[in-house]
């Protein structure tokens, strides 16, 4: 059964139509009706692997197929790049060039000379030829200078003009003009002489491109804003204080500055700025405000244990800052316009000096506590000045009694004035259990406008020691 079936596909393979003229199969063996032999299938096997493989491969190699039938492919590989063609019944006709190496295939001209993969008609005898190869017609005759009967208009020289008809002349002075009305000539032969443009200011707002003269400085941001109308209620953005690196003692740094003033409906901007509290080498500073950067900032004598409201704003159209020992400014200089509250410096109660500190966010802190007072505290209220007015001040306070046990409530002046209780208003600060037992606590507590705060104590041989860490202040924002 399996021979037959064998000998069926063979004979399929190996029939003789038109199409199967240029096969290798030789239909004829094995004879019909003859036994099969292994031999006689394995060849017509291999013949028709070779006729697959031919197909395949386009018929590729160094001589023409024998016997090709037409339309029938064919590669040429004796030489690179290699020339493929078709057979049209009589002859191989080329229809591209494959390159191996450069890994393209040009396909053939018009009359079947194949181009060349770089497309440069190098291969090709003459223009006229390429020209041929490539479907197109011939050059019309020319000679040089080009004359009117060859399409020309003769030699033109200068600015040219064209008439829409591919036709290209000289241009008159008229005929360079943009349609619009003026008075004078179009000189050709010269350069036109070029003016300076007339430029000005940029104003505030003026977010157009042309040129200006001056820059659009701060001053001008805080127009802009102001005339905007878009202001950030109480807004502060930076104004820090910190002591002078050289001159710690007498000069107070402020930081590049952005606010608010304080009726919130202009904009304050400024540079980096020192300002002297007091005389400092060469400068004098007592109670006279001078403007100007590295100058003096005071508006009355500086004392000790005095807090000094520090402000920003505009004098005479510039930014500075002036130091009131007022937190209301009522000592404003005459050229402020505009100002804002933008944080507090203490005296000490020592010496005339700014002291050292340093400041997170709303908070000022001293590098030193300074103890203000080791009070003696009765069964009356009593109250100790800090001289910062409406500041939160951060305290450390310590409790003794010499005689006895006792309670003692710390509180702010507005609180209502009532002996320290366990188990009723206003409470208890802090509490000495026995005689000579002290104890301690830290407190933030509001300064009046004065500048103080209030103690009691339950019994009248209490001693309150206060000492000053530094403050919270909210530069005016409420």
């Known amino acids: 059964m399996l021979k037959r079936i064998l000998l069926v596909l063979l004979l ?45 491969s386009q018929f590729m190699g160094a001589t023409a197929p024998a016997n090709p039938l037409q339309f029938q492919s064919w590669c040429d590989t004796h030489v690179q790049p290699f020339n493929c063609s078709y057979w049209d019944g009589s002859t191989w006709v080329t229809y591209g060039m494959l390159d191996p190496v450069a890994h393209t295939f040009t396909p053939s001209g018009g009359l079947g000379t194949p181009l060349l993969a770089a497309n440069n008609l190098s291969d090709i005898v003459s223009v006229a030829s390429a020209r041929s190869n490539l479907g197109l017609g011939p050059f019309a005759t020319q000679t040089s200078p080009c004359t009117s009967s060859q399409g020309c208009a003769g030699t033109v020289t200068g600015a040219l003009k064209a008439d829409g008809a591919g036709n290209v002349a000289a241009a008159a002075a008229a005929d360079l003009s943009n349609g619009t009305t003026g008075s004078g000539a179009v000189v050709l032969a010269t350069s036109p002489t070029l003016s300076s443009p007339v430029v000005g200011t940029q104003t505030a707002l003026d977010n157009s491109t042309k040129a200006a003269s001056t820059a659009y400085v701060t001053g001008a941001i805080a127009t802009a804003i102001t005339a905007s109308g878009q202001i950030l209620y109480n807004y502060l953005g930076g104004c820090g204080l910190s002591n002078d690196g050289t001159n710690p003692n007498t000069t107070l740094d402020i930081a590049a500055c952005q606010a608010t003033d304080s009726t919130n409906t ?116 009593s109250t100790q000045g800090f001289g910062i007015q409406g500041v939160m001040a951060i305290l450390r306070v310590y409790d003794t009694d010499s005689a006895a046990a006792n309670n003692t409530v710390v509180q702010p002046t507005y609180e209502t004035d009532a002996a320290p209780s366990v188990n009723a208003s ?18 933030e507590i509001l300064t009046d406008a004065s500048g103080n705060i209030a103690y009691r104590s339950s019994t009248t041989t209490a001693t309150l020691n206060i000492v000053l860490r530094g403050w919270l202040d909210t530069k005016g924002r409420p």
């Open 266 to 381: 202009s904009f304050i901007v400024g540079p980096a700025i020192t300002k002297l509290m007091k005389t400092q080498g060469g400068t004098s500073c007592t109670s006279a405000f001078v403007a100007g950067n590295g100058n003096c900032g005071m508006t009355s004598t500086i004392n000790v244990d005095t807090g000094y409201t520090v402000f920003a704003g505009m004098c005479s159209g510039s930014y500075d800052v002036w130091f009131d020992a007022d937190p209301a400014g009522s000592h404003k200089p005459g050229c402020f316009t505009s100002y804002r509250h933008i944080g507090t410096i203490r005296i000490s109660n020592l010496v005339t000096n700014i002291p050292s500190f340093f400041t997170i966010g709303d908070r000022t802190y001293l590098t030193t506590p300074e103890e203000i007072c080791s009070c003696a505290a009765t069964t009356s209220r």
């Open 426 to 443: 206003p409470g208890i600060t802090l509490r000495a259990t026995a005689s000579g037992v002290g104890t301690a606590q830290e407190l």
């Open 12 to 56: 399929a393979l190996a029939g003789s139509p038109a199409w199967a003229q240029g096969s290798t199969i030789n239909p004829n063996i094995p004879a019909s009706g003859s036994p099969l032999s292994s031999a006689v299938i394995r060849n017509q096997f291999a013949a028709a692997i070779a006729d697959i493989n031919g197909l395949m």
